[in-house]
């Protein structure tokens, strides 16, 4: 099994969307229920900067020893879109229904206890269809919430903003959008109380500046007034999830861009100063033709950000499923990035002795542009060498020769001997993550051979010259036994599954190609 590695645990709460309960307080979703459910669930493979979901029909999960679920709507469709604890320890969710309310579909606001138990509910719309993608408890303990509204407005759709008190009675509501245009939309999806008491709104428009979609940044003041609005954008889809105010009293946003790298969505990162006028921004995505969505940001204690979202491999993107369902293929997807949004990707953990390392992506990294994690800081490679925190020589084992060298950088499939003083992590920046089966080409003789991905891999699911595993070793191609090192043990183990960050000693009788099987 790996060693721990950096970072914290995230527990996932579904009711129709994902609510990441640490860090992130809630991710809008996308897919429709016919009840809102609160459930405890699901499992999750997680590194700190790569979260991988695997489904799981049999969704459970206990915190501090109890479990409970519930469901909220009457005869018709009703669905929940963000949730947050309350100062009392109960819950507040937004949502829409077409239960209850005066139209087609109303903004729905229930208010549970700690338990789950419904103390009240709220609904707000029109004749027509009206929704609530995003709530928030306010400073006088009542509610913000966000969304979108087709009964009211100048629009087709218009952002809709709606504040309650504490028991869910309207005191106030705000339309934002531009004229009527036939399918086109002015979309509210996250909202924010502001240091000035004011409100920050994160969205999209399909109506100003006639592209396909744009960010959407609304500031109002205390009361919804409009205070200023802004766009970002290109020529084609660009779309806004997710805003929080930042330390500066700027602001940051999430959500993905089409204009850019295209044709397929990345992830849009967007910072902002007081004005809502961009600062910088970062785009994160695999490679063409894969595609990535970014729902939620926070910032972090260090001054950076983290984001949650989802990506799907370029395998399935090629194949021409672009389904949002997990079950073919999207994964939640979580990056950590620093303060100017430049993305980390942890390579993997040091023990303070003997270390065969190597990287988990596929992409060749000097060490001069390795970060090194101690204790809380980050230092460049020279300054955890002067510390004494690491070895500054990493040895290579050359499969033509047969003998170690010293290498100044890291490349894929390869591994390397790294010796550290104090326990450590290694960490690089900007990787761009390619989807692709190519693990090595190995040598007849020893090979120290490792995964370019960032999730296990096990050996009956690679391809020795494109055929299975098992067969290669019948052929007398390839040894069947595979030497990992344990860091903790300093001494060889046998190992099945090949490990992110890990290396492996692999003997081959001949020289071959070794893929994973996609």
Avoid at 457 to 462: G, L, P, Q
């Amino acid at each position: 099994m790996q060693e721990n590695t950096f970072g914290k645990v995230f527990a996932f709460v579904i009711i129709g969307l994902l609510i990441v309960v640490s860090m992130i307080p809630y991710i809008t979703g996308k897919e429709r229920i016919s009840n809102i459910s609160i459930n405890c669930t699901n499992s999750y493979n997680i590194e700190p900067n790569i979260c991988t979901y695997t489904p799981n029909k049999d969704w459970t999960k206990t915190f501090g020893g109890s479990y409970w679920s519930h469901t909220y709507g009457g005869s018709s469709y009703d669905e929940g879109y963000a949730v947050q604890l309350t100062d009392d320890g109960g819950y507040i969710i937004a949502g829409a229904t077409v239960s209850f309310g005066a139209g087609d579909w109303d903004v729905w606001l229930i208010k549970t206890d700690s338990n789950g138990n419904e103390e009240w509910n709220s609904t707000f719309g029109g004749i027509s269809y009206d929704r609530g993608y995003s709530v928030q408890q306010t400073d006088d303990d009542g509610y913000i919430i966000a969304g979108c509204t087709h009964s009211f407005g100048n629009g087709e759709f218009d952002v809709w903003l709606i504040k309650t008190d504490s028991n869910g009675n309207e005191e106030w509501n705000s339309t934002f959008g531009g004229t009527g245009i036939p399918n086109k939309f002015d979309m509210g999806y996250d909202v924010q109380q502001t240091d000035d008491g004011g409100f920050i709104i994160a969205g999209d428009t399909e109506i100003y500046y006639v592209s396909m979609s744009d960010v959407l940044l609304i500031k109002t003041d205390s009361s919804g007034n409009e205070v200023w609005t802004k766009t970002f954008g290109g020529s084609a889809a660009d779309r806004g999830r997710s805003v929080q105010q930042t330390f500066d009293g700027g602001y940051i946003i999430a959500g993905w861009a089409v204009s850019f790298i295209g044709p397929d969505p990345d992830v849009w990162l967007i910072k902002t100063d007081t004005n809502g006028d961009e600062e910088w921004n970062s785009i994160y995505g695999y490679e063409e033709n894969s595609g990535e969505w970014g729902y939620a940001v926070q910032q972090t204690i260090d001054g950076g950000y983290v984001i949650a979202g989802a990506t799907m491999s370029a395998v399935l993107m090629r194949n021409g499923s672009k389904s949002s369902n997990k079950e073919e293929g999207t994964d939640v997807w979580l990056i950590k990035t620093i303060s100017d949004g430049n993305s980390f990707f942890q390579i993997t953990n040091l023990t303070s002795n003997w270390n065969l390392i190597s990287l988990p992506f596929n992409q060749t990294v000097d060490k001069i542009n390795i970060t090194i994690h101690h204790f809380n800081n980050n230092y460049t490679w020279s300054e955890a060498v002067s510390n004494g925190y690491i070895s500054d020589f990493i040895f290579n084992w050359n499969r033509s020769s047969q003998s170690y060298i010293f290498t100044y950088s890291l490349d894929q499939g390869y591994g390397y001997w790294f010796y550290a003083y104090e326990p450590c992590e290694l960490w690089a920046h900007n990787i761009i993550l390619v989807s692709d089966d190519y693990i090595t080409d190995i040598e007849n003789g020893w090979n120290i051979v490792s995964l370019p991905y960032d999730s296990p891999v096990d050996k009956t699911d690679i391809l020795v010259d494109s055929v299975p595993w098992i067969t290669a070793v019948d052929n007398g191609w390839i040894s069947d036994y595979v030497f990992g090192w344990s860091r903790t043990g300093q001494g060889y183990i046998f190992s099945d599954t090949l490990m992110p960050g890990y290396a492996y000693w692999l003997y081959a009788y001949q020289p071959c190609t070794l893929k994973r099987v996609l």
